[in-house]
């Protein structure tokens, strides 16, 4: 049974930093990251190839996130530094077999499998 189990959130102050973690019962699937803020849409933020090798994210988190992967552990990370009171969502870990080159990699619907989420606070 495939699952994603995500850690790390929490409280922190703007300026802060935080890595989030998600942990699957698969390898080298291509896995990301979503968030969703209270009355918001859902907002992809960054996700990366089954290898390690390729990255993406949205453009409102490029220099200050970073998503990275050790497949030894099964496990993707996401550094959150230069935190703002508008990066306060729930973070959800996602995944798919495979992460394909003529589908944006920001489309939730190409991701099959969900984590449960953790909740996120940058207080200002």
């Known amino acids: 049974q495939v699952q994603l189990v995500e850690s790390g959130g929490g409280l922190v102050q703007a300026g802060g930093s935080l890595r989030l973690s998600c942990a699957a019962s698969?390898?080298?699937?291509?896995m990301g990251w979503f968030r969703q803020a209270p009355g918001k849409e859902r907002e992809f933020v960054a996700a990366i190839s089954g290898s390690g090798n390729n990255t993406e994210y949205v453009d409102s988190v490029k220099g200050r996130f970073a998503i990275s992967r050790d497949n030894a552990k099964n496990t993707v990370y996401l550094q959150m530094n230069s935190l703002k009171a508008e990066d306060t969502a729930v973070y959800y870990c996602v995944a798919v077999k495979s992460l394909r080159n003529n589908i944006p990699w920001s489309s939730y619907y190409i991701y099959d499998y969900w984590g449960q989420g953790t909740q996120v606070t940058v207080s200002s």
């Open positions: 698969f390898s080298r699937y291509g």
